[in-house]
Antibody
Framework: QVQLQESGPGLVKPSETLSLTCTVS????????WTWIRQTPGKGLEWIGY???????DYNPSLKSRVTISLDTSRNQFSLKLSSVTAADTAVYYC?????????????????WGQGTLVTVSS | DIQMTQSPSSVSASVGDRVTITCRAS??????LAWYQQKPGKAPKLLIY???SLRSGVPSRFSGSGSGTDFTLTISSLQPEDFATYYC?????????FGPGTKVDIK
């Protein structure tokens, strides 16, 4: 069965770029759509964006100007970069597989999820 | 964005109780709704998709209903492992959005 594992720095300074990687095991990343979601006590679960191995990608309009998601098929990994971070970006970040599809019109449900990684933005 | 609301925000129940959680969308989403269960320190897990379809491996005491703007998640007989927070998510419009969650705890 497919498993996902997030990795990356747990502490990022304000104005810098947050970078996380999700490693997929038990299946090929060259199938399905892949996504990032974050969770904060204040805003709850917030969808960040998706990518497909074909190159199709889109992001939550609320974050679009700062987000990049990319795939590395040779390593079976996908990555998240969020630039110009502030304390408001402190959250648990999850990677997940999209069950069906994503497009710029809609995105279906997510299963499975990685265990999540806490990223704190602080100087 | 479509706004998702849930009620109640928390519910106290006993083992064996029937528990119903409601999710409402700010506009119609047909049956494009999923339910997730999250336990403390863990990632959400998909329980139900397309409003009524049970994910493989999820116990049959979980069921979902509804379409349009109003949806429910029902746990027919609450078990100790069901104490958790439950979230709904709409998949009808971009971007996908989640409800604020309903915490089910022990009475």
């Amino acid at each position: 069965q497919v498993q996902l594992q997030e990795s990356g720095p747990g502490l990022v300074k304000p104005s810098e770029t947050l970078s996380l990687t999700c490693t997929v095991s038990g299946g090929s990343i060259s199938s399905y759509y892949w996504t990032w979601i974050r969770q904060t006590p204040g805003k709850g679960l917030e969808w960040i964006g998706y990518m497909h191995y074909s190159g199709s990608t889109d992001y939550n309009p609320s974050l679009k100007s700062r987000v990049t998601i990319s795939l590395d098929t040779s390593r079976n990994q996908f990555s998240l970069k969020l630039s110009s971070v502030t304390a408001a970006d402190t959250a648990v970040y999850y990677c997940a597989r999209v069950v069906s599809y994503c497009s710029s019109s809609a995105c279906s449900w997510f299963d499975p999820w990685g265990q999540g990684t806490l990223v704190t933005v602080s100087s | 964005d479509i706004q998702m609301t849930q009620s109640p925000s928390s519910v106290s129940a006993s083992v064996g109780d029937r528990v119903t959680i409601t999710c409402r969308a700010s506009q119609g989403i047909n049956s494009w709704l999923a339910w997730y269960q999250q336990k403390p320190g863990k990632a959400p897990k998909l329980l139900i998709y397309a409003a009524t379809s049970l994910r493989s491996g999820v116990p049959s005491r979980f069921s979902g209903s509804g379409s349009g703007t109003d949806f429910t998640l029902t746990i027919s007989s609450l078990q100790p492992e069901d104490f958790a927070t439950y979230y709904c998510q709409q998949a009808n419009s971009f971007p996908p959005t989640f409800g604020p969650g309903t915490k089910v705890d022990i009475k």
